[in-house]
Protein backbone atom coordinates (compact mmCIF):
# COMPACT_ATOMS: atom_id res chain seq x y z
CA UNK A 1 0.00 0.00 0.00
CA UNK A 2 2.39 2.32 0.66
CA UNK A 3 4.83 1.82 -2.19
CA UNK A 4 1.79 2.05 -4.05
CA UNK A 5 0.79 5.66 -2.66
CA UNK A 6 4.36 6.57 -3.68
CA UNK A 7 4.32 5.62 -6.97
CA UNK A 8 1.14 7.10 -7.08
CA UNK A 9 2.51 10.26 -5.67
CA UNK A 10 5.15 10.05 -8.44
CA UNK A 11 2.70 9.97 -11.08
CA UNK A 12 0.72 12.61 -10.16
CA UNK A 13 3.88 15.04 -9.76
CA UNK A 14 5.17 13.75 -13.23
CA UNK A 15 2.82 12.74 -15.34
CA UNK A 16 -0.64 14.33 -14.33
CA UNK A 17 1.12 17.96 -13.17
CA UNK A 18 2.35 18.45 -16.93
CA UNK A 19 -0.52 16.93 -18.21
CA UNK A 20 -2.78 19.55 -16.34
CA UNK A 21 -0.23 22.69 -16.66
CA UNK A 22 -0.42 21.90 -20.67
CA UNK A 23 -3.91 21.69 -20.42
CA UNK A 24 -3.98 25.05 -18.29
CA UNK A 25 -1.97 26.62 -21.35
CA UNK A 26 -5.18 26.55 -23.25
CA UNK A 27 -7.54 27.11 -20.37
CA UNK A 28 -6.19 29.82 -18.73
CA UNK A 29 -8.85 30.23 -16.54
CA UNK A 30 -8.62 26.72 -15.21
CA UNK A 31 -5.00 27.11 -14.42
CA UNK A 32 -5.36 27.77 -10.82
CA UNK A 33 -7.76 25.43 -10.50
CA UNK A 34 -5.52 22.74 -11.85
CA UNK A 35 -2.71 23.71 -9.53
CA UNK A 36 -4.59 23.63 -6.40
CA UNK A 37 -5.81 19.96 -7.53
CA UNK A 38 -2.37 18.61 -7.54
CA UNK A 39 -1.49 20.12 -4.44
CA UNK A 40 -4.89 18.62 -2.67
CA UNK A 41 -3.97 15.19 -4.61
CA UNK A 42 -0.22 15.40 -3.24
CA UNK A 43 -0.97 16.16 0.72
CA UNK A 44 -3.56 13.13 0.30
CA UNK A 45 -1.16 10.85 -1.50
CA UNK A 46 1.30 11.94 1.63
CA UNK A 47 -0.75 11.52 4.10
CA UNK A 48 -0.91 7.66 3.07
CA UNK A 49 2.68 7.54 3.49
CA UNK A 50 4.93 7.02 6.39
CA UNK A 51 8.89 8.64 6.42
CA UNK A 52 11.68 8.47 8.38
CA UNK A 53 11.90 11.83 9.21
CA UNK A 54 14.74 13.75 11.20
CA UNK A 55 14.35 16.95 9.87
CA UNK A 56 11.07 18.68 9.15
CA UNK A 57 11.32 22.51 7.18
CA UNK A 58 8.58 24.92 7.16
CA UNK A 59 9.05 26.84 3.79
CA UNK A 60 7.52 30.48 3.68
CA UNK A 61 6.89 33.04 0.74
CA UNK A 62 8.47 36.77 1.19
CA UNK A 63 5.12 38.35 0.47
CA UNK A 64 3.89 36.79 3.87
CA UNK A 65 6.08 39.58 5.31
CA UNK A 66 3.97 43.13 6.19
CA UNK A 67 5.09 45.05 3.13
CA UNK A 68 5.90 48.12 5.23
CA UNK A 69 8.38 45.62 7.10
CA UNK A 70 12.23 46.78 5.89
CA UNK A 71 13.74 44.13 7.44
CA UNK A 72 15.49 41.60 4.83
CA UNK A 73 14.00 38.08 6.17
CA UNK A 74 15.75 36.09 2.64
CA UNK A 75 18.58 34.56 4.34
CA UNK A 76 17.58 34.88 7.82
CA UNK A 77 14.04 35.01 9.22
CA UNK A 78 15.23 35.17 12.54
CA UNK A 79 16.14 39.10 11.80
CA UNK A 80 11.86 39.75 12.50
CA UNK A 81 11.41 41.40 15.50
CA UNK A 82 8.54 39.79 16.25
CA UNK A 83 6.39 43.05 16.43
CA UNK A 84 3.14 41.06 15.34
CA UNK A 85 2.46 43.06 12.56
CA UNK A 86 2.53 39.86 10.24
CA UNK A 87 2.30 36.61 10.98
CA UNK A 88 5.71 35.55 10.71
CA UNK A 89 6.32 36.55 14.01
CA UNK A 90 3.48 33.56 15.20
CA UNK A 91 5.45 31.09 12.18
CA UNK A 92 8.60 31.80 13.84
CA UNK A 93 7.40 30.89 17.28
CA UNK A 94 5.27 27.75 16.18
CA UNK A 95 8.41 26.29 14.72
CA UNK A 96 10.62 26.74 17.67
CA UNK A 97 7.88 25.22 19.95
CA UNK A 98 7.89 21.82 17.57
CA UNK A 99 11.91 22.02 16.94
CA UNK A 100 11.55 22.62 13.23
CA UNK A 101 13.22 24.76 11.00
CA UNK A 102 11.88 27.57 8.83
CA UNK A 103 12.98 30.10 5.90
CA UNK A 104 11.47 32.27 3.66
CA UNK A 105 12.07 31.65 -0.37
CA UNK A 106 11.63 35.01 -2.44
CA UNK A 107 10.90 32.51 -5.44
CA UNK A 108 11.80 28.82 -6.77
CA UNK A 109 15.33 29.15 -7.21
CA UNK A 110 15.75 30.34 -3.87
CA UNK A 111 13.84 27.69 -2.32
CA UNK A 112 15.41 25.18 -4.49
CA UNK A 113 18.71 26.46 -2.79
CA UNK A 114 17.22 25.98 0.61
CA UNK A 115 16.35 22.50 0.76
CA UNK A 116 19.06 22.06 -0.73
CA UNK A 117 21.35 23.45 2.52
CA UNK A 118 18.85 22.69 5.15
CA UNK A 119 18.11 19.12 3.50
CA UNK A 120 14.92 18.25 5.02
CA UNK A 121 12.97 14.90 5.03
CA UNK A 122 9.88 16.60 4.85
CA UNK A 123 8.36 20.05 4.13
CA UNK A 124 5.35 22.06 4.71
CA UNK A 125 5.13 24.61 2.37
CA UNK A 126 3.06 28.09 1.96
CA UNK A 127 2.74 29.76 -1.49
CA UNK A 128 0.47 30.47 -4.07
CA UNK A 129 -1.65 27.60 -6.36
CA UNK A 130 1.59 28.32 -8.87
CA UNK A 131 4.61 28.05 -6.47
CA UNK A 132 3.34 25.56 -4.85
CA UNK A 133 2.36 23.11 -7.41
CA UNK A 134 5.47 23.57 -9.48
CA UNK A 135 7.78 23.59 -6.05
CA UNK A 136 5.94 20.19 -4.94
CA UNK A 137 7.13 18.63 -8.19
CA UNK A 138 10.07 20.15 -8.39
CA UNK A 139 11.17 18.50 -4.88
CA UNK A 140 9.82 14.93 -5.29
CA UNK A 141 10.47 12.69 -3.76
CA UNK A 142 10.61 14.54 -0.37
CA UNK A 143 6.67 14.54 1.18
CA UNK A 144 5.82 17.84 0.87
CA UNK A 145 2.24 19.23 2.21
CA UNK A 146 1.47 22.24 0.77
CA UNK A 147 -1.09 25.15 2.03
CA UNK A 148 -2.37 27.59 -0.59
CA UNK A 149 -1.77 31.28 0.82
CA UNK A 150 -4.59 33.67 1.43
CA UNK A 151 -4.44 36.93 -0.86
CA UNK A 152 -6.71 39.31 0.93
CA UNK A 153 -4.97 42.71 -1.12
CA UNK A 154 -4.61 40.47 -4.17
CA UNK A 155 -1.41 38.17 -5.21
CA UNK A 156 2.03 38.60 -3.77
CA UNK A 157 1.64 41.19 -1.00
CA UNK A 158 0.71 41.53 2.91
CA UNK A 159 -0.36 37.33 2.15
CA UNK A 160 -1.35 35.43 4.85
CA UNK A 161 -2.23 31.80 6.18
CA UNK A 162 -4.49 29.93 8.40
CA UNK A 163 -1.85 29.09 11.04
CA UNK A 164 -3.62 26.31 12.57
CA UNK A 165 -3.13 24.38 8.68
CA UNK A 166 0.55 24.98 9.53
CA UNK A 167 0.67 23.64 13.23
CA UNK A 168 -1.55 20.64 11.68
CA UNK A 169 0.66 19.81 8.84
CA UNK A 170 3.52 19.82 10.83
CA UNK A 171 2.21 18.11 13.76
CA UNK A 172 1.19 15.28 11.08
CA UNK A 173 4.99 14.57 9.55
CA UNK A 174 6.08 14.50 13.89
CA UNK A 175 3.17 12.03 14.40
CA UNK A 176 3.33 9.99 11.26
CA UNK A 177 7.27 9.69 11.22
CA UNK A 178 9.41 6.84 11.09
CA UNK A 179 11.99 6.54 13.55
CA UNK A 180 15.52 5.90 12.45
CA UNK A 181 16.53 2.73 14.67
S1 LIG B 1 6.45 40.29 12.66
FE1 LIG B 1 8.59 40.40 11.92
S2 LIG B 1 8.46 40.37 9.70
FE2 LIG B 1 6.39 40.85 10.47
S3 LIG B 1 6.32 43.10 10.46
FE3 LIG B 1 7.01 42.47 12.52
S4 LIG B 1 9.24 42.49 12.41
FE4 LIG B 1 8.49 42.53 10.29
Redesign the pocket.
Known sequence: MKAWTHFLRGFTLKVIYPIFMLLGAFIKSKKADFQAYVVKLNNSLVKKENFTVRKILLLLPHCI??S??D?R?TFDIFK???????K??DLIDITEKSNVSVAIATGGTIARKVVKEIKPDAIVAVACERDLSSGIVDTYPIPVIGILNQRPYGPCIDTNVNLNQVKDAIEWFLNHRIQEK
Not at 80 to 86: D, E, P, T
Open positions: QNKCILCRRCGQCIK
